[in-house]
């Protein structure tokens, strides 16, 4: 027989597993990589896939800096999620970047459809139609 506290164990235990999956990073978040504790350059995780020792991942990086860099780093998954660690004796981490922008109440992810306007008898083209459209 299970108390009321042991189901309330249960769901705090449940609220917090979920809170730690949904500030996972993974494929396609924006990480910003921190050198010797400085910030050095943003990049997006393109792929983590694992490695042959338990617990530790290929980690490939596209950096997004002047000129575009792809690198793939061996981490574990804790140093995926920000944990510091060392690479050739310097300080390394990654902190997920999470947007500041927050789409308007009533907004939908759609991009709202324009009808093509008359300026001057120039009519305006939106080029998104014309992919839509191919």
């Given amino acids: 027989m299970h108390s009321g506290l042991d189901r309330a164990a249960a ?9 730690t999956m949904e500030n996972r990073t993974a494929e396609k ?14 990049a ?8 042959h020792k338990p617990g530790w991942y290929h980690v490939t990086l596209l950096m997004l800096q002047v000129p575009v860099q792809v690198a793939t780093w061996i981490l574990r998954d804790a140093y ?3 944990a510091p660690f ?11 970047v999470e947007s500041p922008y927050k789409p308007a109440a009533g907004a939908s992810d759609a991009p709202a459809k324009a009808p093509a306007k008359e300026s001057n008898g120039a009519k305006v083209i939106s080029f998104a139609e014309l992919k839509k459209d191919k």
């Avoid at 997006?44 to 490695?51: L, Q, S, T």
């Avoid at 060392?86 to 997920?96: A, C, F, I, Q, S």
Wanted: aromatic share 6%.
């Fill in 86 to 96: 060392t690479m050739n004796g310097k300080r390394m981490r990654l902190e997920k």
């Fill in 29 to 42: 978040d924006l990480v910003l990589v921190h050198y010797e504790d400085k910030p050095l350059s943003f």
């Fill in 11 to 19: 769901r705090t235990a449940f609220e917090m597993t979920k809170q």
């Fill in 80 to 82: 995926i999620d920000g």
């Fill in 44 to 51: 997006r995780i393109e792929a983590i896939e694992p490695d």
